[in-house]
């Protein structure tokens, strides 16, 4: 009973820190939407800053978990040989989730935004579930065979981060579309470089 608590207080922690910002949510609304015992609270986490931790290891697993099941879902429901399937599938599942009833631009960048000292601890576990992005589009690019696959990953991420603030910020919900554009040109003036 004591850890489904915990995870209750740290699901309820992530719902309100991604959608009224980190800083503007305090402790006893924590508390108080949770039905948490501020006892339990302190048991579990020192600071309000653990609890952040937590909340973003919560989601660094579930956005990578969605991710790799959009993906997965949109691969085997594609009847031809795209190029470049598996980023093209990349950047569509990004576009479902921009167009998802409970975006609210990406938990990771809004944090970091809110915590900007690099040797933070929250900004450290943005800066990780970035670079955990950032390993997957490169395990996405691996048939693709390019000798320089993590710039290239590199570069999808700066598109799709792009893409996310881009729609954050001025509700432009085509924004991962018009960067899957760009990817696909991209990877195909890659494909045309002499080996």
């Known amino acids: 009973m004591v850890a489904s608590r915990k995870e209750h207080l740290v699901e309820t922690a992530q719902r309100l820190f991604y959608r009224q910002g980190f800083r503007a949510t305090g402790i006893d609304l924590v508390l108080a939407e949770s039905g948490v015992a501020k006892k339990t609270l302190y048991n579990h986490f020192k600071s309000k800053d653990e609890l952040i931790i937590a909340a973003l290891q919560r989601r660094d697993e579930q956005f990578m978990s969605n991710l790799r099941q959009t993906i997965a879902r949109l691969l085997s429901k594609q009847e031809v040989d795209v190029k470049f399937a598996k980023i093209s599938a990349y950047f569509d599942a990004l576009s479902e989730w921009i167009n998802s009833d409970n975006f609210c631009g990406c938990m990771f960048i809004n944090a970091s935004a809110e915590y900007p000292r690099q040797d933070d601890p929250i900004h450290v576990a943005c800066t ?68």
């Open 128 to 195: 990780n579930h970035k670079k955990l992005v950032i390993q997957f589009i490169e395990e996405l690019l691996s048939e693709c065979k390019f000798e320089n696959a993590h710039t290239i990953a590199k570069q999808m991420a700066l598109l799709s981060d792009g893409a996310i603030v881009n729609a954050h910020t001025t509700n432009d919900y085509n924004a991962a579309n018009e960067a899957k554009v760009v990817a696909m040109r991209l990877l195909e003036s890659y494909c045309k470089e002499p080996m």
